[in-house]
């Protein structure tokens, strides 16, 4: 795919997965599913038959740069841009788009989350065609997921009639909806799950940005004379932490004309918490799935993660997630793995910042 | 109480401790119940106000010896006496009654295991008192811990008329009993548990020795000649290997005539698993009892251990034990304590003996 560019967003913090995730090992930077590889890495490695790494572009936080780059070895050091702070999506893009703009005027970017799971890469890469086909048109892409639950914590995208073959027009964007909404959403087969990843061309979108978020605009103008001066790195420090915080959903794709979705079936999750780290790693008869040295006594639906000189025994426990990290240890109920946010919380309140 | 010397049996194991329990780091050596003190010390202090530490022999395997010696800084070293192989309770005695006879032929033996929670010490002490008394006057006494369960891990002492105020005939020693069994007893009001505290003087017990456990006298005859001939340590070397491993209940009490038992109230317990620490530990309004720097929400009933630098969080878990000990981390339904035995046999068998 001739001047596509991968724009991966890695400034997410994952605090969903403590202890494992701190600030400088956030979730995109671990191997939540036992699968061998940290999940940026395994993003990369599912766009390499299409888009090679000299054409990823990885945008991270500053905290997470270093650990980005030891993720991935194969991606040119230049493509690697860090935010001095994070400024939610549009600004992430915009940058992004910068750079792929100034390396070819046609550049088409494919935006994805660092920190999501596809199990079906074949299913991906034929999505991944079809999406960049229709930015390349000149179309902002988005891409649905057919949702399987009534999930409360995404946003939907209402699909509309059919432009081509896999490709559909999109009504409306909707937040995250209460569980009576969602599940009206799940059963009328209208609705699809909005994924987070994103087509379209630089151009376009750099476009978009200018006449619908002008603050956004002047900012990204400046950067890109920093660029130009040889002095990005000065003026993103100044300018970046003025830009509006804003997602580019909601900046950009909700209010646009003629959004096109790709709706996909590509095994995708985004692991949301530990809970579904448990659900989608290989698991034994017991359903346990164990990363780590473990003797278990009568041990099922147990998810285990401890450093590999750790020796680990479960006796008579069901439903348990276990993380040991060497300095913590969580033990938590599956069905209330979303509460660990409330560990954070209290830490914070105990000015124990050096755990999170 | 001149001439009273105590003897602390210290050769346990306490696999069910594990991880806490290691082969070097046996119950004895532990603070189970979060007092600030290990067992064998909180022994030796609950000794102090009636027998004197340069009175106390400790009777313990080799590889404790040393760590022993560090946790009594008191203790003489001359008095630690340790095992090259353990040989039960018997041989162990027999040892220390030649130590205590040769500095004092009228030596009295209050002899007690290192690892027991007794958690009245002032009702303590007017049982060992009473128990001296009566061993002095030359009989073989045993302490009965009223039963408050049908507790089927522990042999019973049935009880006879009285002899003296707070001491009473033992009529009959019974081993463990099954279930029903033990409900009789402790419906019967008189069976008594076997506290495995005995009392006699250093003569007597090796006297009945000479009667009743022939081979062990011989073994012991030549340490005796060992240690007048300044050279123990290689005699015990070679002998008490050699020596049968047999308990003083069954070697001597169960079969001599005319013994006496002092019931005792003294907030005994033997701590005989993870779950009756928790019972016995300090704990918190959800029932929790935390030696351990830890976050719980919607937590109750567990116990927790771990190294003062690891940061334990709990989330939405009831009645568990969380054992993290820095090379293994248990995790443990509080009613499967007693299996925690079994995850010993599982290293044992995967050749992880380190771990033991």
Known sequence: MEKTFAVIMAGGV???FWPSSRAARPKQLLDLTGSGTTMIAATLARLAPEIPAERVLVVTGRATAVAVRKA?????RENILA??????TAPCIGWAALHARRRDPDAVLAVLPSDHLVRKPEEFHAGLRKAVGAAREGALVTCGIA???PETGFGYIELGEPI????????RF???PDLETAKGYVASGRFAWNSGMFFFSAARVLDEIARQMPELKRGLEEIDAGIAAGDERAVV???FPKLPAQSIDYGVMERAAGIACVPLDIGWSDLGSWSAAHDLSQRDAAGNAFGADVVAVDARGCLVRAPSDVLVALVGVEDLVVVDTG?????????RAQDVKRVLDILKERGRGDLL
């Open 83 to 88: 935010e001095p702070v994070g400024r939610n």
């Open 164 to 171: 081509s073959d896999g490709v559909c027009r999109v009504v």
């Open 327 to 335: 300095d913590c240890l969580l033990v938590c109920k599956k069905d």
């Open 237 to 239: 420090e100044r300018v």
């Open 174 to 176: 909707v937040e995250k």
């Open 14 to 16: 994952g605090a969903r």
């Open 72 to 76: 991935l070895p194969t991606v040119p």
């Open 147 to 149: 949702p399987d639950r």
